[in-house]
Antibody
Framework: EVHLVQSGAEVKKPGESLRISCKGSGYSFTNYWINWVRQMPGTGLEWMGRIDPSDSYINYSPSFQGHVTISADKSISTAYLQWSSLKASDTAIYFC???????????WGQGTLVTVSS | SYVLTQPPSVSVAPGQTAKITCGGNNIGSKSVHWYQQKPGQAPVLVVYDDGDRPSGIPERFSGSNSGNTATLTISRVEAGDEADYYCQVWDSSSDVLFGGGTKLTVL
């Protein structure tokens, strides 16, 4: 069965750095793009960007370009989302999701809650 | 840039049919996907490519897409269908887009 398992919840202070992870299993990790999606408290889904794990080619949404970095390590079937300097406005749940047929997202990871507060 | 518009909320009694719309300019020319998100859970794909269902999704879930409106239809609504529903498309100028989401309340 295909699974994406994300790292656990994080509590950080403004200005700190952070990297969260998404590990794929049950399929060939390099055959499918991994996407990252943000969900701020009480709001909808926002696409942040995606990575092709086979060659680490990345597309960012213009809204997130320059604010986050997406990467992957295909040797351990894991994708990452990182921040160099967190802000309170980065408080959200972050989901990874595999790009499947017809440009759908299936499946999704369970989500990682990131809380940024002084 | 392309915009997807969903009603914030839809209410329906158990056993009735719920229709959730997703509006966009000439959305009928695009492939529309729908996700269900229950509180505290990750989204789940329930309809893809306008009206197909992934394995494991009940036949009560169906979709259509024409003109400027795509519609997710849930027949014989159950209490367990109460969730937020999001439409999603790929657009050449905006890349991946989600609608704002619709909260389905089962009365």
């Amino acid at each position: 069965e295909v699974h994406l398992v994300q790292s656990g919840a994080e509590v950080k202070k403004p200005g700190e750095s952070l990297r969260i992870s998404c590990k794929g299993s049950g399929y060939s990790f390099t055959n499918y793009w991994i996407n990252w999606v943000r969900q701020m408290p009480g709001t909808g889904l926002e696409w942040m960007g995606r990575i092709d794990p086979s060659d680490s080619y990345i597309n960012y949404s213009p809204s997130f370009q320059g604010h986050v970095t997406i990467s992957a390590d295909k040797s351990i079937s894991t994708a990452y989302l990182q921040w160099s300097s967190l802000k309170a406005s980065d408080t959200a749940i972050y989901f990874c999701a595999r790009k499947h047929d017809y440009s759908t997202f299936d499946p999704w990871g369970q989500g990682t809650l990131v809380t940024v507060s002084s | 840039s392309y915009v997807l518009t969903q009603p914030p909320s839809v209410s329906v009694a158990p056993g009735q049919t719920a229709k959730i719309t997703c509006g966009g300019n000439n959305i009928g020319s695009k492939s529309v996907h729908w996700y269900q998100q229950k509180p505290g859970q990750a989204p789940v794909l329930v309809v893809y490519d306008d009206g197909d269902r992934p394995s494991g999704i009940p036949e009560r879930f169906s979709g259509s897409n024409s003109g400027n409106t795509a519609t997710l239809t849930i027949s014989r609504v159950e209490a367990g269908d109460e969730a937020d529903y999001y439409c999603q498309v790929w657009d050449s100028s905006s890349d991946v887009l989600f609608g704002g989401g619709t909260k389905l309340t089962v009365l």
